[in-house]
């Protein structure tokens, strides 16, 4: 170890040996920090007796440990060194050179800040001999001569280390000193460093520039700007311009370039490039965030339109496990709605059986409509959030859809080559000569499904790049106690749709739109035959109908009060239909016709016997005011008095008995408790 540059220096030698005990640390380890930088390297090795540096401060904390445990603390160990390598280094001095605003407006570089620290360093340590020896040479006398001789000879001593430039002869140096004692830290600074005598291009010429290149009528290409400047140039008295060169250099400055890009890129490109970006980790563990996004499905099938052989591609919406990059679920169609992400997301949790903590999509397709309906919400119970808009890089979806086109898809000639924002995959674009001459091969639509299916397992069964084990793997080890199992009561809470308004139920049952085709339900009692008795109540009421869109077999009736909320009533199930022609009818049909035409007859008659029941009690029947009542049509009047008769019977109390026989009658008295009988002094 050594002082280099006034910082403390180790050897590769001392980081690696072992002859003297345990190393610090093994060469392949040194190998692999030297090749990613992790540590500064003050001087690189090379050449006759150059051996390599590495600052000791820059070592990974673990192993500046090590250091320290088997040689002690590198300030301790060189402190024996010669006096030469003991120069105190003036901190503020690098504050000062650090800090310091060069006339250009920019500031040092590195090695310019460590050259004039190390400079007042070693002025500073030369003013303080000078003081001391002035003061000895004044107590004991001496030669002026012999005096700055000895001040060379260390000045010298310093060169060698740590490496000043100060003047090595003596009128130079004395001026030197001079100088620093009256001006301070700045009479070191060279005044060539940021001469604004330098700059060409001044604030006015710039702004010209910059508006230039930001014209839209008309557009301006750098050689016609530097024309147009060179032009203007003459009429404003400025300094012409010598080099095309020039001005694109002063374009491409840092400070320049994020005032004209958006004029010429698009804002969307600009923001990108420049404007800050968030730094996260991702996930540690399964089902914390699913990713969920649209895109092309990247491999082109065959169909017929209107006879004709065409080719054609289709959309995937896809629902991914941020930590494991495991494509959970999918769905292919045309559109990115929200038909699909409903499929999608169903198919990831009916498959894994788990719900996300969050959910993450961009809010466009059917998202804002998933949004408003709650359906997100609904899935994670906690959270669910948009990236921001036309910010590809808040998801992490969009690096796994590029990464799979390019590791998997590509793989078969089919592939339509990547998406038209995809970066640095120009070997992966279709051959379209190639794709024309074979139409006919390509794959049908089923085809297309069953392949992609398998394209996504591969994905799921390859190596994930960090965790280097399948993603599926990861994904299946990996436990959230924060992410709830899903129960078949769960799965039906999560995805029956309900319809967005009330449906009145009609003599015909209710019937419901989905996917654009219409189903008509029904309630039905215990023996299987439609409720008469729901129907009396609730024909023509209003009904929200909860039902699965995978299953239209079953669906669910609730009643909505005046908040919007909902209360269970019943089930339904698909109308009875039957075909009109006999011969068309199954066996047990005519049965069931007959039945429905004797129960709605009963129903009829029913009701017109409460209604006469009702206007007699309240004196407005007919046959109160001496006139007829109408008969039901279609309806016979023995099957009406049959009918009548039996409903009166069922709604008849039960008769009572009189008990004629004594011996009956003195037993029945007997089992009389005293409250039944009442009590003989009730009267009194």
Same mark, same amino acid.
């Given at each position: 170890?050594?002082?280099?540059? #006034?910082?403390?220096?180790?050897?590769?030698? +001392?980081?690696?040996r072992?002859?003297?005990?345990?190393?610090?640390?093994?060469?392949?380890?040194?190998r692999g920090y030297?090749?990613r930088?992790?540590?500064r390297?003050?001087?690189?090795?090379?050449?006759?007796?150059?051996?390599? %540096?590495?600052e000791?401060?820059?070592? *990974?904390?673990?192993?500046?440990?090590?250091?320290i445990?088997?040689?002690?603390r590198?300030?301790?160990?060189?402190?024996?060194?010669?006096?030469?390598?003991?120069?105190a280094? +003036?901190? =503020?001095?690098?504050?000062?050179?650090?800090?310091?605003l060069l006339?250009?407006?920019?500031?040092?570089?590195?090695?310019?800040?460590?050259?004039?620290?190390? #400079?007042?360093?070693?002025?500073?340590?030369?003013?303080?001999?000078i003081?001391?020896?002035?003061s000895?040479?004044?107590?004991?006398?001496?030669?002026?001569?012999?005096f700055?001789?000895?001040?060379?000879?260390?000045?010298?001593n310093?060169r060698?280390y /740590?490496?000043?430039?100060?003047?090595?002869?003596?009128?130079?140096?004395?001026?030197?000193?001079?100088?620093?004692?009256?001006?301070?830290?700045?009479?070191?600074?060279?005044? =060539?460093l940021?001469?604004? $005598?330098?700059?060409?291009?001044?604030?006015?010429?710039?702004?010209?520039?910059?508006?230039?290149?930001?014209?839209?009528?008309?557009v301006? #290409?750098?050689?016609q700007?530097?024309?147009?400047?060179?032009?203007?140039?003459?009429?404003?008295?400025w300094?012409?311009?010598?080099?095309e060169?020039?001005?694109?250099?002063?374009l491409?400055?840092?400070?320049?370039?994020?005032?004209?890009?958006?004029?010429?890129?698009?804002?969307?490109?600009?923001?990108q490039?420049?404007?800050r970006?968030h730094k996260?980790?991702?996930?540690?563990?399964?089902?914390?965030?699913?990713?969920?996004?649209?895109?092309?499905?990247? @491999?082109?099938?065959?169909?017929?339109?209107?006879?004709?052989?065409?080719?054609?591609t289709?959309?995937?919406?896809?629902?991914?496990?941020?930590?494991?990059?495991?494509?959970?679920?999918?769905?292919?169609?045309?559109?990115?709605?929200?038909?699909?992400?409903?499929?999608?997301f169903?198919?990831?949790?009916?498959?894994?059986?788990?719900?996300?903590?969050?959910?993450?999509?961009?809010?466009q397709?059917?998202? =804002?409509?998933?949004?408003?309906?709650?359906?997100?919400?609904?899935?994670?119970?906690?959270?669910?959030?948009?990236?921001?808009?036309?910010?590809?890089?808040?998801?992490?979806?969009?690096s796994?859809?590029g990464?799979?086109?390019?590791?998997?898809?590509?793989?078969?000639?089919?592939?339509t080559?990547? #998406?038209?924002?995809?970066?640095?995959s120009?070997? %992966?674009?279709?051959? @379209?000569?190639?794709?024309?001459?074979?139409k006919e091969?390509?794959?049908?639509?089923?085809?297309?499904?069953?392949t992609?299916?398998?394209?996504?397992?591969?994905?799921?069964?390859?190596?994930?790049?960090?965790a280097?084990?399948p993603?599926?793997?990861?994904?299946l080890?990996?436990q959230?106690?924060?992410?709830?199992?899903?129960?078949?009561?769960?799965?039906?809470?999560?995805?029956?749709?309900?319809?967005?308004? *009330?449906?009145?139920?009609?003599? $015909?049952?209710?019937?419901?739109?989905?996917n654009?085709e219409?189903?008509?339900?029904?309630?039905?009692?215990?023996?299987?035959?439609?409720?008469?008795g729901?129907r009396?109540?609730?024909?023509?009421?209003?009904?929200?109908v909860?039902?699965?869109?995978l299953?239209?077999?079953h669906?669910?009736?609730?009643?909505? +009060?005046?908040?919007?909320?909902?209360?269970?009533?019943?089930?339904?199930?698909?109308?009875a239909?039957?075909?009109?022609?006999?011969?068309?009818?199954?066996?047990?049909?005519?049965?069931?016709i007959r039945?429905?035409?004797?129960?709605?007859?009963?129903?009829?008659?029913?009701?017109?016997?409460?209604?006469?029941?009702?206007?007699?009690?309240h004196?407005?029947?007919?046959?109160?005011?001496?006139? $007829?009542? /109408?008969?039901?049509k279609?309806?016979?009047?023995?099957?009406v008095?049959?009918?009548?008769?039996e @409903?009166?019977?069922?709604?008849?109390p039960e008769?009572?008995?009189?008990?004629?026989?004594?011996?009956?009658?003195?037993?029945?008295?007997?089992?009389?408790?005293?409250?039944?009988?009442?009590?003989?002094y009730?009267?009194?």
């Open positions: 170890m050594e002082y280099y540059k #006034n910082r403390i220096c180790v050897t590769v030698e +001392d980081l690696i072992s002859d003297d005990g345990e190393a610090v640390m093994t060469l392949p380890i040194y030297y090749n930088n992790y540590f390297m003050m001087r690189r090795g090379g050449g006759l007796g150059c051996y390599a %540096l590495i000791f401060e820059s070592l *990974p904390p673990r192993y500046k440990a090590r250091f445990d088997k040689y002690s590198p300030e301790e160990v060189l402190k024996g060194k010669p006096i030469t390598e003991e120069l280094i +003036d901190g =503020k001095a690098r504050g000062f050179y650090r800090d310091h006339p250009d407006g920019s500031r040092m570089t590195d090695e310019q800040i460590d050259e004039y620290t190390v #400079n007042a360093s070693v002025l500073n340590q030369l003013i303080r001999l003081n001391d020896r002035r000895k040479r004044r107590a004991h006398g001496g030669q002026a001569a012999d700055w001789e000895a001040i060379l000879t260390t000045s010298e310093f060698e /740590p490496g000043h430039t100060l003047p090595k002869g003596k009128s130079q140096l004395q001026n030197k000193i001079n100088d620093y004692k009256k001006s301070g830290y700045s009479a070191l600074i060279s005044g =060539k940021g001469n604004a $005598n330098s700059i060409k291009i001044t604030e006015e010429v710039g702004d010209q520039i910059v508006a230039l290149k930001r014209s839209k009528v008309p301006y #290409n750098n050689a700007i530097f024309d147009e400047i060179n032009r203007l140039a003459i009429e404003r008295g300094k012409p311009l010598r080099s060169k020039s001005l694109v250099q002063f491409h400055r840092p400070e320049v370039e994020p005032r004209w890009w958006d004029a010429v890129h698009g804002e969307q490109d600009a923001h490039r420049y404007s970006k996260t980790e991702m996930a540690r563990q399964r089902d914390a965030i699913w990713y969920s996004d649209g895109t092309k499905l990247n @491999l082109y099938y065959k169909a017929f339109d209107g006879g004709k052989l065409v080719v054609r289709t959309q995937v919406y896809e629902v991914m496990d941020a930590y494991s990059e495991t494509f959970l679920g999918f769905h292919i169609s045309d559109r990115e709605n929200f038909d699909a992400q409903y499929h999608a169903r198919m990831a949790i009916e498959t894994y059986r788990h719900r996300p903590y969050e959910i993450v999509n961009d809010n397709g059917g998202h =804002k409509k998933g949004a408003n309906n709650g359906f997100f919400e609904r899935i994670t119970g906690r959270i669910a959030r948009n990236t921001a808009p036309y910010g590809p890089t808040g998801k992490s979806i969009e796994a859809f990464r799979f086109q390019s590791q998997v898809l590509h793989r078969d000639w089919r592939f080559g990547p #998406n038209i924002t995809a970066k640095g120009d070997n %992966l674009a279709a051959n @379209l000569e190639f794709l024309e001459a074979n091969h390509m794959f049908t639509l089923e085809e297309l499904k069953e992609y299916a398998k394209a996504r397992q591969e994905w799921n069964m390859a190596l994930h790049p960090i280097a084990k993603r599926l793997s990861m994904y080890s990996s959230n106690a924060e992410a709830k199992n899903v129960s078949d009561l769960d799965l039906m809470e999560l995805f029956w749709l309900q319809t967005d308004k *009330p449906v009145t139920f009609t003599p $015909n049952g209710i019937t419901i739109t989905v654009k219409k189903y008509t339900f029904e309630v039905f009692d215990k023996e299987g035959l439609p409720d008469l729901f009396r109540d609730n024909t023509y009421r209003k009904f929200v909860m039902y699965d869109p299953d239209m077999t669906v669910r009736l609730f009643s909505q +009060d005046k908040n919007g909320g909902l209360r269970y009533v019943t089930d339904a199930h698909p109308y239909c039957f075909a009109r022609a006999i011969q068309e009818q199954q066996p047990g049909d005519m049965e069931f039945t429905m035409s004797r129960m709605t007859e009963q129903e009829r008659i029913r009701r017109q016997m409460e209604a006469a029941e009702l206007e007699t009690a004196g407005v029947a007919p046959e109160q005011h001496g006139l $007829n009542r /109408p008969k039901i279609g309806v016979s009047a023995k099957t008095e049959r009918v009548m008769t @409903l009166s019977k069922a709604a008849a008769p009572y008995e009189e008990i004629v026989d004594i011996g009956l009658a003195h037993k029945f008295l007997s089992n009389q408790t005293p409250l039944e009988m009442g009590s003989r009730d009267k009194m």
